[in-house]
Structure formats: structure tokens, C-alpha cells
């Protein structure tokens, strides 16, 4: 293969590459026009020199290194060119993806959105069911008491309304204690200021310091949890005063 043969094949692979990168980027008019413009000019020059070489028989040294020199900075200048065209096409691409991300994030926000809807909207419901199951349970007991305030104002004897009062007082207990709730020991415990609340304190020699000797009201606890601490009267240490005569 002499020299034109092959200066011809590198100047008919390098028009095939410039054309290609020339279409590639038509697409992309709006950022790309610049480099465009110099892909264009590039293949002006070489169907030029194309044509130039075409019409020669033969090449002189000169003329040979002139045209190598050519290529080589041809050659040079289309690599440059190439990779910015990849860079710019690639960052349109993460441009593409960034785009898609958005749209799937607005779309997952969308979803989340829906879904704490729901689950608030569950979550009021469940509750609702627990509320409306815990005062269905509490209808039995309302109406006993009616019952007994009826009779309250017909009888003539106490005995019966205070057992009707205490059987109610029993359904209280038994339907709280199957939801969880427990009263507080506090007659005769140590003091406890996670379970206990002093209100009144008394000089007590039979008792250690702060034991409680008296409830004032009840406390209680739900499923482990104190809902209520038992108000408590509590023993400290010396003599009781004695009333003056």
C-alpha cells in the first residue's frame, strides 16, 4: 500500500468519524451549535484535501509530511472533540436520569402521602373500636345503677341499695382489671415517689419513717404504666402530739 492509499483510507475514517459525530450532535442544536460549527469546518477541510489528493498522481516528500502533519492534528482535534461530545451527551444523560429520579422521589412522596392518610385514618378507626367496645362494656354497669337509684327512691331499705352499689363497684373492678389496669399497694409500703403522692405526713412510733399509714385516694397503673399515683399520708419519726385537756 503506498502513502496516497493510506493517507486515503485515514482521510475516508476520519470523514466517516466527523460525519458521525457531526450528526450526533445536530440533535443537540441548542448547547451543541459551537462544536458543531468546528466538526463542520473539519470536514470542509478534509473532503478539501480530499479532493486535493484525489487529483494527484503522485506525492513529494514534502507534500507527504505536510499532509501526515495534517492528519496527525486532524486526528488530535477529533479525539478532543469526541470526548467533549461524549462528556456533553453523558451529562445530559445523568440530566435524563436526575430528571427520572425526581419524578419517581415526587412520585414516592405522592405514595407516602396516601399512605399516612390511610394509616391515620386506620388509626382513628381502631381507636374508635377500642373506645365504642370499652363504653359497650360500661353500658351493663350504667344501667345498674339506674336500677339502683330507681329502687333508691322506692325502698325504704338501705341494706339492698348498698349491695346493688357494691355489686356495680365489682363489675368496675373486674372490667378494668381485664383491660389492664391495677390499683397501687400503698397501706403499710415504703413511700414510693413513682407511686406514691404525700399529702399529709404524721409522728408515728409504730411505724418506720415513711411508711404509709393512710390512703387518701387510690392510685392506679395501666398495663405497667402509672395513670394515677395514690395519694398517701405517711409516718415520721417522734411522739404524737397530745390533745390539751
Known amino acids: 500500500m503506498d502513502e496516497k492509499e493510506e493517507f486515503g483510507k485515514r482521510m475516508e475514517h476520519l470523514l466517516t468519524e466527523v460525519s458521525a459525530c457531526s ?10 451549535t459551537g462544536m458543531k460549527g468546528e466538526l463542520s469546518g473539519m470536514e470542509k477541510e478534509l473532503a478539501r484535501t480530499k479532493a486535493i489528493l484525489e487529483k494527484k498522481q503522485d506525492l513529494s516528500t514534502e507534500e507527504q509530511e505536510e499532509l501526515g502533519d495534517a492528519m496527525a492534528i486532524l486526528e488530535e482535534e477529533l479525539e478532543t472533540k469526541k470526548r467533549e461530545t461524549e462528556e456533553v451527551l453523558k451529562g445530559q444523560e445523568e440530566a435524563k ?18 399512605y399516612k392518610r390511610r394509616a391515620e385514618k386506620e388509626k382513628r378507626e381502631f381507636a374508635d373500636y377500642l373506645i365504642s367496645s370499652f363504653i359497650a362494656e360500661l353500658l351493663p354497669i350504667k344501667d345498674n345503677l339506674e336500677v339502683a337509684v330507681t329502687h333508691a327512691k ?17 363489675q368496675i373492678e373486674e372490667l378494668f382489671g381485664r383491660e389492664g389496669l391495677e390499683e397501687i399497694n400503698a397501706e403499710g409500703e415504703q413511700f414510693d415517689p413513682f407511686r406514691h403522692e404525700v399529702v399529709s405526713k404524721e409522728a408515728d412510733e409504730t411505724q418506720p419513717e415513711n411508711t404509709i399509714i393512710g390512703v387518701i385516694r387510690k392510685g392506679y397503673v395501666f398495663r405497667g404504666k402509672v395513670i394515677r399515683p395514690a395519694m ?14
Open 232 to 245: 398517701v399520708k405517711i409516718a415520721l419519726k417522734g411522739k404524737k402530739k397530745r390533745k390539751k385537756s
Open 154 to 170: 322506692t325502698n325504704d331499705h338501705p341494706e339492698s341499695l348498698l349491695k346493688g352499689v357494691e355489686m356495680t363497684v365489682k
Open 97 to 114: 436520569k436526575a430528571e427520572e429520579y425526581l419524578t419517581e422521589l415526587k412520585y414516592q412522596k405522592a405514595e407516602f402521602a396516601n
Open 23 to 32: 450528526t450526533l450532535l445536530g440533535a443537540e442544536i441548542g448547547k451543541l
